[in-house]
């Protein structure tokens, strides 16, 4: 990781908040954020157990930056600003939201005693989702949905309704995909894990907070419990002892240096746009802009499979032999050649993406819909479409292609929620 300013050149306001495993600053030079420091303590069982644990403030500090910055990357919004010293982290100034949303995809721990009968290893398709109300006296005890919202509560200003409950509860579940997706990729099941969220003093936004670190997970190698390599290690320890914390403190530091490449591809695929003619660059940029907010390299090739057969195949001979996972998009207009030709001549993924014009539009189309026998190429009118479908079939094999059509997808449904509240608003 890239190493920041030291955090003795910020100007530390006051201490604002103090848990069991850090320190929250305000910044006095910068409004509106604040400095987050970890501490090296590890706590089990409401601080029933606790010990220091060398190193652990760097170790959990490493980890949360990483995941958040994989977070971000791929569109969700979080507290996080950047990575300020090997310890602590800058994040926007929040009210925090006193909820802790855990999503399950195997059944373990204090679920099993739960919902006694439930076998561990039982697998949640969708996700379980849960949360709990965070109270030390009374051991943070399980809320219902409609418990949250009777709370009435109001943070920075924002009342906590049905609509934010909504989005915590959809935000929670992406987040826990987006991430499973990612540690799949490490062969390594996340089994379940928990977030928090705030609502930012300057924004009145509702976006995740607080840290996700190996304290907020299982993570199962290989999906099996024995390898275990999160916290629930130091919980289920019989007696705490100097090799005991050895063992513990090797599989944070396992944890966090596996977690810096969650944020590497783990399989960079390619788009290749075909277009018969130069005059329908303006059409094919609009795929290469779509594709470039996927994070996938798009190249364009202007190639008739009319006028230059030949042409066609050698371009399409030249893809293929460099072993990069490749979707072909054509873009003809007129009588499209060139999806069909490509698609009876390669494995390939082959998208049809023609740019209609008014006048001939609806005679034209056929050309990319009717095809022969034992030809599969798809047609998508619209060129962010056409982009988005080629990142479909790539995020299959590559996480961060995934994780950024999963925030867009929740991004969305964010927005259309909001949207309709801000008119329901009006309407009153």
């Known amino acids: ?37 970890s501490k090296d303590q590890i706590t089990a069982g409401n601080a029933a157990r606790k010990d220091q644990m060398e190193g652990k403030a760097a170790i959990s500090n490493r980890t949360t930056s990483c995941v958040f910055r994989l977070l971000q990357e791929a569109g969700i919004k979080t507290a996080f600003v950047r990575q300020q010293s090997d310890t602590a982290f800058v994040a926007a100034r929040c009210e925090m939201i006193p909820i802790e949303w855990v999503c399950r995809r195997v059944a373990t721990g204090s679920f099993l005693k739960r919902n006694p009968g439930v076998k561990e ?22 809320w219902s949905e409609e418990q949250l919202i009777e709370a009435k509560f109001c943070f920075a200003g924002l009342a906590i309704g049905r609509c934010e409950v909504d989005i915590m509860n959809r935000s929670t579940v992406a987040v826990f995909e987006i991430l499973e997706k990612a540690w799949a990729t490490q062969n390594c099941t996340l089994v379940d894990m928990k977030v928090e969220f705030g609502v930012n003093v300057m924004t ?74 130069a005059s329908d660059l303006a059409h094919s940029e609009r795929i290469r802009s779509a594709c470039s907010s996927y994070g996938i390299p798009c190249d364009i090739r202007v190639t008739s499979a009319h006028k230059g057969p030949d042409e066609t195949l050698r371009i399409k001979a030249q893809y293929e032999g460099d072993g990069v996972a490749t979707v072909f998009v054509a873009v003809a207009g007129r009588s499209n050649g060139l999806g069909p030709v490509m698609s009876g001549n390669t494995v390939y993924p082959v998208i049809n993406c023609p740019p209609l014009t008014p006048d001939w539009g ?8 009717r095809m022969p026998s ?27 292609v995934w994780a950024k059509l999963r925030a867009a997808m929740l991004n969305t449904w964010i927005s259309l929620k909001q949207t309709d509240r801000k008119l329901q608003a009006c309407n009153l």
């Open 1 to 37: 990781l890239m190493r920041v300013l030291p955090a003795y050149v910020l100007k530390l306001g006051q201490k604002l908040a103090e848990g069991k495993t850090k320190e929250i600053y305000e910044l006095a030079d910068q409004p509106g954020h604040v400095l987050v420091q």
């Open 362 to 369: 609806a005679q034209d189309i056929w050309s990319s819909l």
């Open 204 to 277: 009145k936004e509702l976006i995740l907070a607080d840290v996700i670190d190996n304290d907020s997970w299982r993570l199962w190698p290989a999906g099996d419990r024995s390898q275990q390599k999160d916290k629930q290690v130091y919980r289920d320890l019989k007696e705490v002892t100097p090799e005991a914390m050895q063992m513990v403190k090797r599989n944070f530091e396992w944890v966090s240096e596996r977690v810096q490449l969650l944020l590497e591809p783990q399989s960079q695929g390619r788009v290749v746009v075909l277009m018969g003619s």
């Open 121 to 142: 290893g039982y697998r949640f398709s969708p996700v379980k989702l849960e949360m709990f109300f965070k109270d030390d006296a009374s051991n943070d005890p399980q």
């Open 374 to 400: 034992g030809l599969g190429c798809t047609t998508v009118l619209s060129p962010d479409a056409a982009a988005q479908s080629a990142a479909q079939i790539l995020g299959l094999s590559d996480h961060l």
